[in-house]
Nanobody, 122 residues
């Protein structure tokens, strides 16, 4: 499977952005879940949100609960991350990645797409 994230940009604190992850290729059991991670320079990639591709069940990191929403459009083979109430500390490169099971760390993800930069100004 191939993944391509897009939708990043520069936004003021309190603003919102909608990120998309285009999914192509044949999905296997290695891609049961689609996830968003982010990486701040000098830090490890951290889990942001994940969604079960079939059931639509969702998980979020505590630091984004109530501010970010993950969703998927199976027909369009796209995963979305709608972000609200952005903070300067949300500035990072955001990646989408697939996994065979629920993951909380980047080590558990398999296929990765190129990231998209989100910059939140204060």
């Amino acid at each position: 499977v191939q993944l391509q994230a897009s939708g990043g940009g520069l936004v003021q604190a309190g603003g919102s952005l909608s990120l998309s992850c285009a999914v192509s290729g044949r999905l296997t059991t290695s891609d049961n879940f689609m996830n968003w991670f982010r990486q701040i320079p000098g830090k490890e990639r951290e889990f942001v949100a994940g969604i079960n591709w079939r059931s639509g069940s969702k998980r979020y990191a505590d630091f984004v609960k109530g501010r970010f929403t993950i969703s998927r459009d199976s027909a369009k083979m796209t995963v979305f991350l709608q972000t609200y109430s952005l903070k300067p500390e949300d500035t990072a490169v955001y990646f989408c990645a697939s996994s065979s099971e629920v993951v909380s760390t980047a080590d558990g993800a398999g296929s990765w797409g190129q990231g998209t930069q989100v910059t939140v100004s204060s």
